[in-house]
Every structure is written in C-alpha cells, then in structure tokens.
C-alpha cells in the first residue's frame, strides 16, 4: 500500500517536470534505438548476405574466376586465357567432379520494338540449371544440340522480362541482344538484388558458344564452377585444378597463373568476415551510443539529485527513510529509462523495417533486438539509477536542509 | 517531554579544524510548553533544533524524547519518530515547487502507514484557513499562506512537537504575527512548541525563553506575562 502509495506520487512529480524526464528518456531512447536498429538491419542483411552467398556457391561448388585477388579485378596474367576445353579437361582427370558449367560474361542492351534495356548476358552450358541451383520459372532452358549449333535463345530474367514487355509473356518473342536476333524461350526464377546492389533479375542466361562466337567474339571463358560429390575434398581438388590449368597453359614454376580459385572453405571465411561485423563491429557502434545515452541520463539524473538536495532533506525531515529515497529515485530513473527505451525500440524498428525495405533487405525479425534493447535499456536504467540514489540517501537530513 | 543531557556537538571544517557548536547543553522541555531558543547567528540554536528534531547526531550527550534515548536508535527508526512525533516549520518554507498545497500536506502521510490521507490533508489546511486555497501551487500563494501550507504539513500526521526554525524569518511583519498567533493557539489546545528565533520580539509571545551564547545555554527565564497577539496586529 505504502510502496503504491509512494510509487504513483513519483510518477506525478515526473509529470510535473517533463522538461527533465525527457532529456533523461532522450539518453536511453537513442542509444537503444540505435542498438534496435544495427541489431535488427544488420540481422537481416546478414541472413540475405547469405543466402546470396549460398546462391552462388552453394556448400559444394569450387569456383574458377578469371583475375587476381578475390575481390579486386587485377590486370589479367598471362595464363588466363582459361577454355572450355581446360574445365573439360579437369571433369576427367580430377575425381569427385559431378557436374561443371563454364561462364563467360557481357553486359549490353537488349530490344523488343522500341522498348530497351541494359542487362548482363550469361554464357552457360545447357547444365546450368543444375550446378547454379538456379532455374527458369516459366518457358524451357536449352539443351545441348543448341549449345552445339550456337542457338540464338535466350532465357531472361524478371527485371528484363518487365522492361521489354511490361505484363505480356515473353516467351516466344523475338529480341534483339547487341545487334543479334535471339527467341525468349524461358523466365528465370527471381533471385532479387544482391549483397552489391546488383540487381540478379536484370539478366539473360544464352548457351555459352552463341555468347563467345555470335556475340563477344572471343574464344576464351570468364570462369566455371564445379560441383563436387564431397565438399570435404575441396581443398584438395583445388591444387589439382591448379596443377592441371598451370600444365596446360604452359605456365613456368613462380609465374602467376591468373587464376581465383574459391572453395567451400574459403566461402566460410568470408561468411564468417561478413558475420564479424554484422555481428560484432556494428553492435559494438550500438553499444557506444547505449553508453553515451546511459552516461547522459546517469549524468542528468545526479545534476537533478544535486538540484534536489532541500527536496530530499524535506523528505527526509518528514519521516522518509534513507531506502525510500533511494526508492523513489530508482523508481524514476528506471521508468524514465525503461519508457525511453521502449521507445527506441519502437523507432529503431521501424527505421530498420524501412531501410530493409529500401535496401531489399527481406524481412526485419525483431524479437532478438527488442529483447536486447529491454535488457540494454534495463541494465543502463539500473546503472544510472543506483549511483544517484545512494548519492541521494547518503545526505543526513540536516546537512541536505542548509 | 524533551530532556537533553550534556549534549555536545563538534563539526569538523572542511580544513579538518574542529568546531564547537554546542557545549555542555542539558535542557528540559515539559509536554505542552511553548519555548523559544534565541541567539545570534552562529550561537549554535539551529544546531540544537537539527538535534532535537533526530536530524543531526549529537557527539556527545544523551537525547531522550518522550522518555526513550533517542541517540542510539537507528536511522530507519529514526525517521519513524521524525514523521510520528514531530512537525517542521522552516524558515524558507520547504514546501515542493509544482505541487498543490493539498499533495504538499499530504507528504508526511505518504510515509506513514495512515489511512485517509485526502481527508487528514484538506482538515489540516482547513485548520490553517487555507480551505480555499489547496489546489494552488507554492507559486500562487503569498509568503504567509505558504508558510501556513507549511504549517499544515507540520501538523497533519497529528505530531507531540512541533519544531520552528525561524519561521517568521522570511515573512512581512502581519504574516510573522498571524504565525506566532497560529502557533499560541495550537500551544493552549495542548501541543508542545519549541520556536527557534533570532527575534527578540517573536521569542516573547513564547512561555519560555532559553537563550544560547557561543554554544552554551546563558539563560533559561519564563515569561511572567505572555505577550497575546494583538487584534489590531492581525
């Protein structure tokens, strides 16, 4: 009776300095907004991180780039005039190679009538669908004799589709790739926009001989992959390829052979790069703003205990113990701090479900977050709390009255 | 009613200096007295008062209140027999800013275990003559009315002291003689008032006046013919 009794005039003296109550909520309020946020957004763009990733690579696949570092474009060495012919190669000698697709790439405009779009072309063999666990949502892929007689069909994406025909089927119309004429013969299934911004629907996949020889002219691929019976082994198949490419290519001991060979494993490094700061740098940022915000409420709340110094020496005068002051101001900074927090919550959320959305994040999951931003805000409440209320309780009621 | 025995208090300046605030005090103040404590400033009265009202310890002495030595008890029981037994009045009145003069009585009640705090606080503020005055705030009120407010805070948990620590102090001449008036009539109904003042003038409406010098008691004299409040004063 008594502690509901004190608890609701704590609530009505807050209310009667909103000014001060809510520089104290602003404290708490950013930093847990903050931590909503990064958990949150970050939480999501990791899970679409990924599932690009997994999109790509799959857990079983070794990809063969042609450049330097993994990441960065070098120049070109001299070896990495990489052919269908050597993937071919490495298929029969390497065992544990189930199936291989070669790739080569080239980014031009596309017609149908006066409707135009720019879109990256995708040569692949008619396995494609298989080693890039990717396939046509609508219409067929191509098959082998069409690899062979260099067809000129194409499967487009989505983005492409609704650009040059808006809601009509492409499939059976005739477009126009650079300045070659090519049938629609198939949708590709959405895979979205990736970890880059690139959008993966603005693409045409066409059999990889009609690329290299009706449009890029060149004889050369741009990369592969292969899928292996056991990821284990991958690191393994790794030095084969490189040992087999290097001898076909005529390469000497020391000279560079141009090549980027990623495996399972070293997708894992970088899932596990891309984790670290999803989940350590970008929380710790979000912990930084917490303690600032805590600092400042903690600061805010003993500036008010100094300036409630005769306030207290009344209380205390009256017959309020040294625990009920330290109640009453424990109270207030928990509720102001809770209050602030729950309201970071809420905004940091929604920013983060609104930037999802911009950056075609996918889903934004809050629970995690919001659970991390009660306990923030709690914890930092309880800290900002304590230190002023027994700063407040330890004045001897004559010595807080002068 | 208040006996105090040799009671002395030391402080230490911030330099570590000690100082003498109260030597060798020993007083005694019956149930239903209106005594007045005068001195200069610096003679050592609001020491006195912070220690007959348990907010300060004494160094050396013993305290009993209603004939329980109140010097060993602890801070918790302390408290209980400041918001039981006795009311405040201070100088700059005390009362909390943005707050009615109702919530404003009703404070001590708030850490006691009574029932009816609403109806206790607007009788309280009746008998103060401020019936028409509890929903305003500190604020909206005249030196006197707030310190009547005071007054009404001092006395709703229905203490056996009150304590007065100059509380004419900050208040116009009418408003000092009202207050003194207050607090001769709740002295004849049987309270006990103990008036600390620096005003020679408001120690002689009191039925006793202990004077204190340089931290000692030097006089101790009952007024023979106690100065009633004149009508034309009020």
């Known amino acids: 009776m008594k502690a509901i009794r004190l608890a609701s005039h704590s609530m009505r003296m807050m209310k009667r300095y909103k000014l001060r109550t809510s520089f104290m909520m602003l404290g708490s309020f950013i930093g847990v907004a903050a931590l909503t946020f990064v958990v949150s957004a970050g939480q999501s763009a990791e899970r679409k991180v990924l599932e690009m990733v997994t999109q790509m690579f799959g857990d079983s696949g070794i990809v063969i780039r042609v450049g330097g570092g993994e990441d960065v474009g070098g120049p070109r060495g001299a070896g990495t005039r990489l052919k269908i012919d050597d993937i071919a190669a490495i298929a029969k000698e390497v065992p544990g190679i189930e199936d291989w697709d070669p790739m080569q790439t080239l980014t031009t405009s596309i017609r149908h009538g006066d409707a135009t779009d720019n879109a990256q072309i995708f040569g692949e063999s008619e396995r494609w669908q298989q080693v890039w666990n990717r396939s046509a949502s609508r219409g067929d892929s191509f098959d082998e004799t069409a690899v062979a007689s260099l067809a000129r069909v194409a499967i487009v994406g989505p983005t492409v589709a609704k650009e040059l025909f808006g809601n009509d089927d492409p499939v059976g119309a005739d477009i126009q790739i650079g300045a070659v004429p090519f049938k629609v013969i198939g949708v590709l299934e959405s895979w ?21 020889h009706r449009l890029a002219h060149e004889d050369t691929i741009s990369g592969a992959k292969l899928l292996l019976k056991d990821p284990a082994s991958s690191d393994a198949i790794k030095v084969q390829i490189r040992k087999i490419l290097r001898e076909r290519h005529g390469l000497s001991p020391g000279q560079p052979d141009g090549l980027t060979i990623i495996t399972p494993t070293e997708v894992r490094r970088m ?10 740098y970008l929380p710790l940022v979000a912990a930084i703003a917490l303690l600032v915000g805590g600092i400042v409420s903690a600061t805010l709340m003993l500036a008010s205990v100094n300036e409630r110094v005769a306030e207290i020496g009344l209380r205390r005068a009256i017959g309020a113990r040294a625990e009920d002051i330290r109640l009453q101001f424990l109270m207030e900074t928990a509720i102001t701090i809770v209050a602030g927090g729950l309201g970071g919550i809420t905004v940091g959320f929604l920013v983060a479900l609104f930037s999802a959305k911009q950056m075609h994040l996918g889903n934004v999951d809050p629970w995690m977050a919001a659970l991390l931003g009660i306990v923030a805000s709690a914890v930092v409440g309880v800290i900002a709390g304590v230190l002023p209320a027994v700063r407040a309780a330890r004045l001897q009621p004559a010595e807080a009255l002068r | 009613m208040i006996e105090l025995q040799n009671i002395g208090k030391t402080y230490q300046r911030p330099s570590g200096e000690p100082v003498e605030a109260l030597i060798d005090v020993s007083l005694q103040i019956e149930r239903g007295e209106f005594v007045a404590i005068v001195g200069t400033s610096g003679s050592g009265k609001s020491t006195l008062m ?34 039981k037994k006795i009311g405040f009045v201070f100088q700059s009145f005390h009362l909390l800013p943005r707050t009615t003069a109702l919530e404003n009585v009703e404070l001590p009640l708030l850490y006691s275990d009574r029932k009816s705090i609403r109806d206790m606080s607007r009788r309280a503020l009746e008998a103060v003559n401020l019936a028409d005055r509890i929903r305003h705030r500190p604020s909206e009120l005249s030196g006197g009315q707030q310190q009547r407010v005071a007054i009404a805070r001092a006395l709703v948990n229905e203490p056996d002291l009150l304590l ?30 103990v008036l600390i003042t620096h005003d020679r003038e408001i120690a002689s409406y009191a039925g006793r006046i202990v004077k204190l010098e340089r931290g000692s008691k030097a006089s101790d004299d009952r007024v023979t013919e106690t100065r009633v409040v004149m009508q034309e004063a009020q």
């Open chain 1, 192 to 212: 979205g926009t990736d970890p880059h911004g690139m959008d993966r629907d603005n693409e045409v996949i066409v059999p990889i001989t009609t690329l290299m």
């Open chain 1, 271 to 280: 899932v596990g790069k891309v984790q670290r700061v999803m989940f350590v």
């Open chain 2, 50 to 83: 912070n220690i007959i009202g348990l907010l300060d310890l004494p160094s050396r002495g013993r305290y009993f209140l209603g004939g329980q030595d109140v010097t060993t008890l602890d801070g918790n029981r302390q408290a209980e027999m400041r918001n």
């Open chain 2, 164 to 193: 007065a620590d100059e509380p004419t102090g900050n208040l116009d001449r009418q408003s000092a003689l009202e207050v003194v008036s207050m607090f001769q009539s709740l002295n004849r109904a049987g309270r006990t008032i």
